[in-house]
């Protein structure tokens, strides 16, 4: 029965494995396209870290397709490089030791905007707000600076030191509406916390166990000088010491470390002494001295990789704000154009409720004159008069809601909202939605899938993310090892100076000679002259027992690995929901708007016919009020379907990640702020002629 029982726990383990095999094929497959495709980390590294920790077996599954890597935007054609430090040549050291100055962020429009003000008015079209938001929005702003402090991180690993993390979180502070979009990572300004393990953030683990293993040595060569001035006086309490003394010591040390596992630490000391004491040779006695040591870990902290672990994660984190900014990108410009969308909704409706209002004024004119001559009865009057406060309150309404969606606009598109003229010009939308039919909608839904897979920063995120996780594992697992390092030295020591005025000759004889004086060119030449040399090698060993702490933190960082996949293929499945969702609800939006288009036709003739046929004496005030409410309906529902339809047409882009294919936004000039040719959005077409709705509420009658 026992043998019964292991053989069923051998081939339940058999089965695990296997099918942590096949799942983990789509995972290796994304990494090593990002691996290969990455730009700027060295030929090699993608041999050295193609092996993946479930890495062990063939896989029948098909792979996903790789994410598109985000290129780099280039912000250095007039800033600096922050890879670098400041002042590199060797001709201005100063410079390395100097304060970086960062300019001062504008706070002024962009001259576009004030190029669209006319008459006092603001004609605003969907591309001019896009392009203004590139220009002038400030998440948009605050997010572009992530691009420059990713890259502060490669500078600081390339001394050895971790990474402080590459903020990459979405900045959500504009106000109006846009869709929801999967966000990842996060920083200052941002919406979740730094790139890390899939625990990390709110709601998840305090910490990770991100940098996990042996610190590298410091890769940054330094030079050290301790210089001291002593002066001393002792009572003598014998012949051997006692009276005055003089020491200065002039000591210098240069440690520097390799991404080998290497140390190396060079030692320059010279002492300069006088006394008075007549047991001394030499006064003033000067002593030189140099040791090199060399160490060299061979078990925990060697090898390249480990120590250029963290430069590995802070190129890939720089990739990540990458990524980051071109999500920013995509829904800032969604939201923007949602803001847009319900200012035309809100301009519409204003125009809406102005005609209600005209025509039930007019109707209530026609039931006073009716009834000044007899033909109408006082009640259809009261009831009319009824419908047009009816109607001027809900213009009040429209009004106002379109003077706030006018201010929404301007807090998205503008950066300083202090001009009076500015604040108080309306905003007139250019531009009106076409209702066609895109290529997407009559796409297979797989075809969709395949596209967003490709194009979602978030995948590209958590690829690059899971690629950081089996960094820190491997540091993780190398910190189990114990400590073993071999060292070896080579000094050397030389002795020089005057001869003592106060020399005994009891104890030197000949030596008190004065002509036996030298100088410390003679002490530093009998130090480096092998006269007296001083070398040798040896090693340490340290072997934690238990091994507690190493073991909890590589556990840990699996663990955290373990939810990176998770969650990796957890995105999968949110997207291609997102992308079927996105499709069926085009679709609806689009047949909502047609169907609604026909039922304000059959509203308006309704209303029309109504009151024709009381101006016959064959209809009444009540059945005329009743065709107006539901002309009222219809166009509303009409407005709030071409609204719809809008925004999910937006949203299927920024769901796909394709926006800025579609409206040829470019991403050097977003990175820079400044736009040269504003954006080119499809399915658009010019609003209709006509008058301009007022924003003023109409006066009681």
Not at 530 to 552: C, E, M, R, Y
Request: overall charge neutral; hydrophobic content about 35%.
């Amino acid at each position: 029965m026992q043998l019964f029982g292991i053989r069923v726990f051998e081939q339940q383990e058999h089965t695990t494995r296997q099918r942590n095999r096949r799942a983990g094929q789509r995972l290796r497959a994304l990494t090593a396209a990002v691996l290969t495709m990455a730009a700027g980390v060295p030929s090699g590294f993608a041999q050295q870290t193609a092996p993946t920790v479930t890495d062990k077996a063939a896989s029948a599954l098909p792979a996903a397709p790789a994410p598109v890597l985000t290129q780099p935007p280039n912000l250095r054609q007039s800033m600096r490089n922050y890879t670098r430090p400041a002042g590199r040549t060797w001709g201005n050291p100063i410079g390395w030791y100097m304060p970086t100055s960062i300019p001062k962020a504008s706070f002024q429009n962009s001259v576009r905007l004030a190029d669209l003000v006319k008459d006092g008015k603001i004609y605003l079209s969907l591309s001019d707000a896009l392009a203004l938001t590139l220009e002038n929005n400030y998440d948009i702003a605050i997010a572009r600076y992530n691009l420059d402090i990713a890259d502060t991180d490669i500078l600081r690993t390339k001394t050895g030191a971790t990474a402080l993390g590459a903020p990459a979180g979405l900045v959500t502070n504009t106000l109006g509406g846009a869709s929801a979009t999967l966000t990842a990572g996060g920083g200052p300004g941002g919406t979740s916390v730094g790139s890390g393990g899939a625990g990390s953030g709110a709601g998840g683990l305090s910490l990770t166990t991100q940098g996990a293993g042996p610190m590298p040595e410091s890769l940054e060569p330094s030079i050290s000088a301790n210089v001291q001035f002593d002066r001393a006086r002792q009572v003598s309490t014998s012949f051997f010491n006692g009276g005055t003394s003089s020491t200065n010591n002039y000591d210098f040390t240069y440690n520097q470390g390799f991404v080998t596992g290497t140390s190396l630490q060079f030692t320059f000391n010279n002492n300069y002494a006088t006394t008075s004491n007549a047991i001394s040779l030499f006064s003033p006695q000067l002593n030189s001295s140099f040791k090199a040591t060399v160490t060299q870990h061979l078990l925990q902290g060697a090898g390249i990789w480990v120590n250029k672990r963290f430069m590995y994660q802070a190129i890939n984190d720089r990739r990540i704000t990458n990524s980051s900014f071109r999500q920013q990108i995509l829904y800032t410009v969604n939201q923007v154009e949602n803001i847009y969308w319900g200012l035309v909704s809100a301009y519409e409706d204003v125009q809406a409720k102005d005609r209600a209002l005209q025509q039930s004024t007019q109707l209530l004119a026609d039931d006073k004159k009716q009834l000044q001559i007899g033909t109408m009865a006082p009640l259809d009057v009261v009831n009319a008069e009824s419908q047009v406060a009816t109607d001027r309150q809900a213009l009040i309404s429209s009004q106002n809601t379109l003077n706030y969606q006018q201010q929404v606009i301007k807090q998205a598109v503008a950066r300083n909202l202090n001009d009076q003229a500015l604040e108080r010009a309306p905003v007139i939308p250019t531009d009106r939605v076409s209702i066609e039919e895109l290529p997407e909608e009559s796409q297979p839904v797989e075809q969709l899938v395949l596209e967003a897979f490709k194009q979602r920063p978030e995948l590209e995120q958590a690829v690059l993310t899971l690629k950081n996780d089996e960094i820190t594992l491997k540091g993780a697992r190398n910190a189990l090892l114990p400590k073993f390092d071999v060292y070896g030295y080579l000094g050397g020591s030389g002795v020089g100076g005057g001869i003592n005025p106060n020399c005994s000759t009891q104890f030197y004889g000949t030596l008190c000679d004065s002509n036996n004086s030298t100088g410390w060119s003679t002490a530093a030449n009998n130090a480096f002259n092998n006269s007296s040399p001083d070398k040798g090698v040896g090693f340490n060993l340290t072997i934690p027992l238990g091994n507690k702490l190493a073991q909890s933190v590589q556990a840990r960082s699996l663990m955290e690995f373990r939810q990176a996949e998770l969650h990796l293929e957890q995105l999968y499945t949110e997207i291609r929901m997102q992308v079927v969702n996105a499709q069926y609800a085009l679709t609806n939006e689009r047949a909502l708007v047609n169907a609604d288009i026909a039922a304000e036709h059959y509203a308006r003739q309704s209303y029309d016919d109504e009151v024709k046929k009381l101006h016959l004496g064959a209809s009444t005030t009540a059945n005329v009020l009743q065709q107006e409410r539901a002309l009222a309906i219809a166009e509303n529902n009409l407005i709030a379907a071409k609204a719809g339809y809008a925004n999910a047409r937006a949203s299927l882009y920024q769901t796909l990640a394709t926006t800025l294919q579609h409206y040829g936004i470019n991403m050097q000039e977003a990175a820079t702020g400044t736009v040269t040719a504003a954006p080119l959005v499809p399915g658009l077409m010019p609003a209709a002629k006509g008058n301009e709705p007022t924003t003023t509420p109409p006066a009681s009658r």
